[in-house]
């Protein structure tokens, strides 16, 4: 199941281990019963308690099809086909969440819930664009990026707070892509892009947020 792959991709390239996803996921009945009908395709559902945190991951039935459709292991670019991109992506997101909340959680760090959207925005370009670098394709990377951030559109029944929170994630999350482009992809520099986005991801709160924003104005 590619939701197994997502994770083992993201584990590996930020040299992270968390619980498997696949057990926390939960159908739309779950997600209702925990939080009401969900209005999105990709939910992290959290429950907190004075002894942790109870996770659940929901994704809608359109990005399951493509989840349980695409071959992460077949040697054309599948995932970043244009049908199956925005499934793919938002189910990137999911386990991305899922992922970090976990790592943070178990090493006793807050996170807040911009630094979880800003760190899924570029864990879906680092783990996409890595696939296509392997099948000798980084020259698609433009492409790609431009795919994610720039041709967006956002739920109309977002609040103000969540639709700004949204459009800062995408845009230090699109300028930092853009810049490990220019820095790493372009020269094929793949070991420094690693060492790079695995310093990246050890930051937290507002240093997280500081050091993607610098590099999304191109500085460093």
């Known amino acids: 199941m590619i939701i ?9 390239i930020y040299g992270v281990e968390a619980p498997r996803v696949e057990g926390f996921l939960v159908d739309r ?17 959290v429950r907190e308690f004075p002894d942790g945190v109870e996770v659940g991951l929901f994704l809608d039935e359109e990005v399951l099809e493509w989840v349980f459709r695409s071959d992460p292991h077949d040697p054309r670019p599948l995932l970043t086909s244009s049908a199956a991109l925005p499934s793919i992506a938002c189910a990137a997101e999911g386990v991305s969440h899922f992922v970090y909340l976990a790592t943070r959680a ?20 680092a783990l996409l664009v890595l696939h296509l670098w392997r099948r000798g394709l ?19 029944h977002l609040e103000e707070e969540a639709l700004e929170r949204y ?12 810049w490990l482009e220019e ?21 937290g709160g507002g240093e997280k947020l500081g050091y993607f924003g610098a590099r999304a104005a191109g500085e460093g």
């Not at 009945?29 to 209005?39: F, K, L, V, Y």
């Not at 459009?167 to 853009?178: C, E, K, S, T, V």
């Open 167 to 178: 459009r800062l994630a995408n845009r230090l999350g699109g300028g930092y892509a853009r």
């Open 138 to 156: 980084r020259r698609r990377s433009p492409a790609l990026r431009r795919r994610l951030y720039e041709r967006v559109r956002y739920h109309e």
């Open 183 to 203: 820095r790493f992809v372009d020269d094929a520099d793949a070991e420094g892009m690693l060492r790079e986005l695995r310093q990246s991801y050890r930051l």
């Open 106 to 125: 178990a090493a006793g760090r807050p996170v807040s819930l911009l630094e979880l959207e800003v760190q899924a925005e570029v864990d879906k370009f």
């Open 4 to 12: 197994g792959f997502l994770q083992a991709e993201l584990e590996a």
């Open 29 to 45: 009945a779950g997600a209702s019963a925990a939080a009401g009908e969900p209005r999105v395709p990709e939910a992290l559902l």
